[in-house]
């Protein structure tokens, strides 16, 4: 393949796959044509035709990826046996052997990325693996991997072909080069990445307040929760609001509050012209700081945030410090739901993030999709990865699921991180599991419930009954005062970057040192150090120092894709 410039990763089009709605009758074994012989890469034949055809013989296929604790696994399960392992010997004749294992906590800093660029740079890449786009993006440049195109047009079953579409696209389109689909993205639910707003509701029952409907009631709870002793210690100890010191992104950050202010940090959005901008820069941002530096100055903000990571407004959490938390749907496990067992009476609640005008709130998303599975250049059996996607989602939610067998066991072991490849319907939590659950708690009828879902359904009927272990559960997917519920007003009007490619060249030499800077200003802002007009100079700053370039880059980028 020739060299390419970075630009030609965009897709001249979305693939014009096949969308079937309809269910398989027999897990994907229907109608398929008779099976045919082909040499695999261990030299014997392979019957490959039909989306869940087992391969006789069967076949070695080499992988790695990220490690998990041994603390994950029980009843003598291991990364290299388990029943995933299991199951795509038995049900497909692939017989999974990991090269190596690495941990995948730390973002591009983590071992398992580091060991990933090695084997890319040396070019000793297994059979079958996972990237990040930075990486797809290099193995095409050097053309160590192959075309999935067709390998996904024949072997995808129609559900999983429904389940790419979800997204209206967006996912496949990412992974499309030169109009080639040179990867199988980790298709996921983007509206779940939104935030929610989290409330002590202990502490909005003891001091008697409303829950928030605008930013300003937003802050009145907030005051309350600073300066009437909300904890009952008779100290002044409290905060409002919960931040970490990286403001936005990870644990407690900011970007709900930020959003309610119709900014958009760490996303490309459009402006009134159309063309792409960084929402870091644009004035909005000046809005929610100037807002900030008065709520610090109050007392709202821990005075030490800037030196605190996710850990520490935890540790912040637990100790009874604070009541305001921007965070995930699935905080109420994490670190919610700990800091409840290490304080009995304390409660959260979940509510939308709320705007400081007449304008709905609403939420940024950056891009759902963080990893892409791709197959060696001179591996025989590229289509093993959507075999291997068909089987997961047929186990899942198809005619043989077993949810507590395959995904989630009885006692909450998470066997749905064993599979090598996994998807997960972008819509399968919102709406489609939050309205069934929902629809069933309103008829008391259970029948029309998938595995997953009666599995919910019984662990929220158990917490309304009164067991807090199962406080979580209902938390996140529950009929009524829920993430979930939380995330379903979003729908309308979510704005998704308009940005999905790699790191473009400007990014990779310059983002980081923009983003330093961005940071220490923003942070001497919010405390009072410097003030709010240094927004100003800080935006023509960015702009100079290689801003300019990546939105050129941007909107380059994004024209060749609309081509």
């Not at 046996?81 to 983590?110: F, P, Q």
């Not at 579409?165 to 109009?179: P, Y």
């Not at 066997?415 to 972008?426: K, N, S």
């Amino acid at each position: 393949m020739a060299k390419k410039k970075w630009l030609s990763a965009a897709s001249a089009c979305v693939l014009g796959l096949t969308i079937v709605v309809s269910a398989c009758s027999n897990g994907g074994k229907a109608d398929e044509p008779k099976p045919e012989k082909s040499d695999n890469n261990t030299g014997s034949n392979a019957t490959t035709d039909g989306p869940l055809v087992k391969y006789d013989p069967p076949i070695e296929v080499h992988a790695v990826r990220g490690s998990l604790p041994d603390d994950r696994f029980k009843n003598g399960d291991t990364m290299d046996n388990n029943v995933w392992t299991k199951e795509y010997e038995s049900a497909l004749g692939v017989k999974l052997i990991y090269d190596w294992t690495a941990d995948g906590n730390g973002g591009d800093e983590s071992a398992l990325n580091k060991k990933l660029n090695v084997a890319i740079a040396s070019d000793e890449i297994p059979n079958v693996f996972g990237v990040s786009m930075k990486q797809l993006s290099q193995l095409i440049e050097a053309d160590q991997v192959q075309d999935m195109t067709e390998v996904f047009e024949k072997y995808a079953t129609p559900e999983l072909k429904e389940l790419a579409q979800q997204d209206g696209g967006l996912a496949l389109k990412s992974a499309t080069f030169d109009g080639k689909l040179m990867a199988i993205p980790k298709f996921g639910g983007n509206i779940e990445g939104a935030d929610v707003v989290w409330i002590r509701t202990d502490w909005l029952k003891k001091l008697n307040l409303e829950a928030p409907k605008t930013m300003d009631d937003l802050m009145k709870i907030s005051e309350a929760f600073v300066k009437q002793d909300p904890d009952g210690n008779g100290k002044d100890d409290t905060f409002g609001l919960a931040l970490t010191k990286d403001l936005y992104g990870g644990m407690s950050n900011l970007t709900g509050f930020f959003n309610g202010f119709h900014a958009y940090p760490n996303i490309w959005v459009k402006d009134a012209s159309g063309k792409l901008v960084y929402g870091n820069v644009q004035p909005e941002m000046k809005a929610a700081l100037a807002k900030l530096q008065e709520l610090y100055k109050a007392g709202h903000l821990d005075r030490e945030f800037a030196v605190k990571d996710g850990g520490k407004v935890t540790e912040s959490i637990s100790q009874n410090k604070v009541g305001i938390q921007y965070g995930a749907n699935w905080n109420s496990y994490y670190p919610l739901n700990d800091a409840m067992k290490q304080n009995p009476g304390m409660d959260w609640k979940p509510f939308p993030i709320v705007s400081v005008d007449d304008k709905p709130a609403s939420p940024g998303l950056g891009f759902a999709i963080f990893e892409y599975y791709v197959a060696a250049k001179d591996f025989k059996n590229p289509e093993v990865i959507v075999k291997m996607l068909n089987l997961q989602h047929e186990r899942f939610y198809g005619k043989t699921a077993d949810w507590q067998k395959y995904s989630t066991a009885k006692d909450g072991t998470e066997i749905f991180q064993y599979p090598l490849f996994q998807v997960f319907p972008p819509n399968k939590n919102i709406p489609d599991n939050f309205e069934a659950i929902k629809e069933a708690f309103k008829s008391k009828d259970t029948s029309k419930l998938n595995q997953e879902q009666k599995d919910n359904y019984d662990k929220i009927a158990a917490y309304k009954g009164g067991d807090m272990a199962n406080w979580a559960v209902d938390r996140q997917t529950g009929p009524e005062g829920s993430a979930f519920e939380a995330l379903t007003d979003y729908k309308s009007h979510a704005i998704t970057t308009g940005f999905l490619g790699a790191n473009t060249p400007t990014m990779v030499t310059k983002k980081g040192t923009l983003d330093k800077m961005e940071r220490e200003v923003f942070t001497k802002i919010i405390m009072g150090s410097a003030s709010i007009d240094e927004f100003d100079k800080f935006v023509a700053d960015w702009k100079k120092l290689g801003g300019d370039d990546m939105t050129k880059e941007v909107n380059e980028f994004v024209s060749a894709q609309q081509q």
